[in-house]
């Protein structure tokens, strides 16, 4: 779940033996035991996050990734409105499980409010195991459960939507079910980056 330390073959934590892990740590002494989870995580905040800030966000924007199962609705929705909303603040990606093409009515509820879907493709989330990001957001249940709880330099917000492709009915229901989806996801995403944005 942790990547403990930017070697180039170490992309998250297998719990290494004793001997591998003095060898990624390159302590003056072999390591005596272990380290707890919450150890490994303070370790990986401390090496991962001044080696992210350096890195910096693009042109200045906050670089966000958002994680859904399929990547049919919810990612690409997501990242197209996040784009289009904070166009001059962010830059949004997204990631999906089980890669799927973009759902029909996905383009069609966004061209509705003038929004293209970015020209996205769904990607799978080993494309952005090297990215830095200062947020990652889980959008579904299978996003929460199955991505890594830390990824991109950062640890994982999540939020339980649910995908409208499930909704059962006429195209005009089925429609109506993405629609709210889009709706909700400008809110409730707006309303979390509008905090991010405003000082303390």
Request: aromatic share 6%; charged share 25%.
């Amino acid at each position: 779940m942790l990547k403990k330390h930017p070697c180039d073959d170490c992309q998250k934590c297998q719990w290494c033996s004793d001997t591998r892990c003095s060898l990624c740590l390159r302590p003056s002494k072999p390591c005596a035991r272990k380290l707890s989870q919450a150890e490994q995580i303070a370790l990986y905040e401390s090496i991962n996050q001044p080696r992210h800030k350096k890195s910096g966000s693009l042109a200045g924007k906050l670089r966000v990734l958002f994680i859904c199962s399929e990547g049919s609705c919810l990612g690409p929705m997501a990242a197209s409105l996040m784009n289009h909303d904070f166009a001059d603040r962010l830059q949004a990606w997204h990631a999906c499980l089980t890669p799927k093409s973009i759902h029909p009515l996905t383009a069609a509820v966004l061209a509705e409010i003038g929004i293209e879907p970015n020209g996205f493709s769904p990607a799978p989330l080993s494309r952005y195991e090297q990215e830095c990001f200062d947020l990652v957001i889980a959008l579904d249940e299978t996003g929460i459960e199955k991505s890594p709880a830390y990824f991109g330099g950062v640890k994982r917000q999540t939020l339980g939507f649910i995908d409208p492709n499930q909704t059962l009915g006429s195209e005009e229901q089925r429609k109506a079910a993405f629609r709210a989806t889009r709706d909700a996801l400008r809110q409730q995403l707006g309303n979390l980056l509008r905090q991010r944005f405003t000082p303390s």
